[in-house]
């Protein structure tokens, strides 16, 4: 879109630009940067236009970006074209994610580039590594808490191991994800020893008080993220002699968006990993980014501006990287960190599908799927360029935050209900065979969330403990169902490391001083490789699992059905025990799979009758994809065994001429 304003600034910016990037043959660049001007301006203006200096930050701003393009290599500006061209790329049925920490998973990043072949074996080709850059010896939370956002922490490696991890992924086929953290930073960065020592300048990157009557008015609306260990939102430094607002730790320090030189440093940040070799950023904390008083300081629309611009900035500079949005936030808030629009992702292609992991938990506990559907029918759609990372766990708690009103629709009363799911993972409800921990219990509110690996949530650690082979199926079965869920649902499904061998409870960090007093340590475990190697043992629990999901991964490469373009449909067969849906091909109209799964411990049916007039089944040749094998019918039910699921197509007769 033309418009006089925002492309006379443009002109303006390229005569004033560092004459050594006016110098470069840019043209790529500058018809990316014309495209989007409009927009990078019109957002810009919006955020930072009353400030005197709005000028100098959008020249500053295209010169970020210029440089960053200048200094990326030749093979990723290839991989931009090739992603331009094939712009639905990431929608594909063939993307399968692992995310992994380096040093849990192998020691180091050189170590991951040396399991790459293992992560082949399974079918895993998109390696989220979470945190790598520089943060503190003690508390981190996580690698969370960023030191230096542009150097590898020393206790995984270093840039040219990071480099070397890239090209090596690329060369497999494989995607990289990397961490950016852009809500805070740890308490030991350059940014807050150059504030804490009086500069002005960075003590504007923070939200820095004198007193105690801003921080108080933020309190009145602002929640508490870990009431446990760190409460309240603002923390008093001793040095400063002032209040820093630490919304997650203490040691963690808010960014604060409303200045526009953190906006650059930050999209700066974005870029130079963008250069390094990632395919996909992960940015972290996005639904915090804007603070205003009178509310939470979640999901602020300028939150989605911020989000807006740096999408189309690293638009003009490395299109063909990605943005994951992790919002873990009520399921109306979620769709809305893909854009609102009606196709494109205009913030980021790929969001967490918190909704979906936390709902899959409550079909777990209850073995009814009610409360699933009900969840999943008040999702809103999502765009049609953009899709979910649907996951089981990761390094994070399982928050139970459904909609107390689809809570009230599945027959349960809300705080009850959650109550329940909490006794149930942590193994206080009787006959429960979960191994889980309560976590961020907030005894003013009642609320908490649950700690612990896939395989001990499910039973498979007291099943082993209790040498229960009965026990043991029962779990692998549950793990391989779950994980059947996220590969056909619609979206990327990413696995945790562990999973795949059914890795259970890691609870060494109890050792550790710095890691003691948080309990998410549990599922983020050191891989016993030697373990890892019985997914060769037949019979063993690892071989049974790895086994299994390498096979389930290998069979949803080849439906294209499983592709992600809104191709989804429920289908109520009134049975609360099954969960059922279609996947459609929308280029094969004889395309579809019909998914169903069934999270009871006895067997369940469904009438076939229930699928309505699609032309399906008629004839009664179900084949299921996973197994080749056809499933039981009893006159016109399918049957179901306990913790099965089926991807079903028709196989329809052949027919001579």
């Not at 003009?316 to 936030?329: D, M, N, R, Y």
Request: proline letters at 4%.
């Amino acid at each position: 879109m033309y418009e006089q304003v925002s492309h006379s600034l443009l002109n303006q910016i390229l005569d004033e630009i560092k004459p050594e990037i006016r110098e470069r043959d840019l043209r790529h660049f500058y018809t990316r940067l014309g495209a989007n001007f409009y927009v990078i301006h019109q957002l810009f203006h919006y955020l930072y236009g009353k400030r005197e200096d709005f000028k100098e930050q959008m020249i500053h701003l295209v010169e970020v970006m210029a440089t960053r393009y200048i200094q990326r290599h030749i093979a990723l500006k290839q991989l931009d074209s090739e992603r331009e061209k094939d712009h639905n790329w990431f929608l594909s049925q063939e993307w399968v994610g692992m995310a992994l920490y380096a040093d849990g998973f192998a020691d180091d990043l050189l170590g991951v580039e040396s399991k790459l072949p293992y992560l082949q074996e399974l079918g895993i080709n998109m390696v989220h590594v979470m945190p790598v850059m520089v943060c503190p010896e003690g508390a981190s939370d996580g690698g969370y808490a960023v030191s230096d956002f542009r150097n590898i922490d020393p206790r995984v490696g270093n840039l040219d191991a990071i480099n070397i991890l890239s090209a090596s992924a690329r060369k497999r086929g494989m995607l990289l994800i990397l961490d950016m953290v852009l809500n805070h930073t740890s308490d030991e960065h350059e940014w807050v020893q150059r504030a804490r020592a009086g500069e002005k300048r960075y003590q504007d990157y923070f939200y820095i008080f004198d007193n105690r009557d801003v921080p108080d008015m933020f309190e009145e609306n602002m929640p508490e993220i870990f009431p446990e260990t760190s409460p309240g939102n603002f923390t008093w430094d001793e040095t400063m002699q002032k209040w820093v607002m630490t919304v997650f730790n203490h040691y963690q320090w808010d960014l604060n968006y409303s200045n526009p030189a953190v906006f650059i440093e930050m999209l700066d940040n974005n870029l130079f990993w963008a250069n390094q070799g990632a395919d996909i950023l992960r940015l972290d904390a996005v639904a915090f980014l804007w603070k205003k008083i009178g509310t939470t300081s979640q999901n602020e629309r300028e939150a989605h501006l911020i989000l807006q611009l740096m999408k189309d900035c690293c638009q003009v500079t490395a299109p063909g990287v990605l943005f994951i949005a992790e919002a873990i936030v009520a399921p109306v808030e979620i769709t809305k960190y893909f854009g609102e629009d009606a196709v494109i992702a205009k913030e980021c292609e790929i969001a967490y599908n918190a909704t979906f992991m936390a709902l899959l938990w409550d079909a777990v506990a209850t073995k009814n799927t009610q409360l699933l559907r009900q969840g999943i029918q008040s999702l809103p759609t999502k765009l049609d360029r953009a899709t979910w990372l649907n996951y089981l766990r990761c390094h994070d708690d399982i928050g139970l935050g459904f909609d107390d009103a689809d809570i009230v629709r599945a027959g349960y009363q809300p705080a009850a209900h959650r109550q329940f799911l909490v006794d149930y993972f942590t193994g206080q409800y009787a006959d429960s065979p979960a191994r889980g921990q309560p976590f961020g219990v907030n005894h003013k509110t009642g609320d908490a969330r649950i700690s612990g690996s896939l395989a001990s949530l499910v039973g498979l650690e007291s099943a082993i403990d209790s040498n229960d082979d009965e026990a043991i199926e029962r779990s692998i079965k549950m793990i391989l169902l779950v994980h059947s869920m996220i590969c056909s649902f619609g979206g990327i499904p990413l696995i945790y490391y562990g999973d795949e061998i059914g890795t259970l409870n890691d609870r060494s960090y109890l050792e550790d001083e710095n890691k003691a007093g948080d309990n998410r340590w549990l599922q983020r475990p050191k891989i016993d490789w030697e373990r890892a190697e019985r997914r060769h043992q037949h019979g063993t629990p690892e071989q049974r699992i790895f086994s299994a999901l390498k096979k389930m991964i290998a069979a949803r490469k080849g439906i294209p059905a499983f592709a992600d373009f809104n191709n989804r449909e429920l289908v109520d067969v009134e049975n609360p025990h099954l969960f059922v849906f279609w996947r459609t091909d929308p280029f094969m109209p004889l395309g579809s799979v019909l998914v169903v799964c069934n999270f009871d411990d006895s067997p369940q049916y469904m009438e076939l009758s229930a699928l309505g007039n699609r032309g399906m089944f008629e004839y009664g040749n179900l084949k299921d994809i996973y197994s080749g094998e056809s499933p039981r019918l009893f006159k016109d039910q399918l049957v179901v065994p306990p913790f099965h699921f089926y991807w079903l197509t028709d196989e329809r007769p052949d027919v001579g001429f």
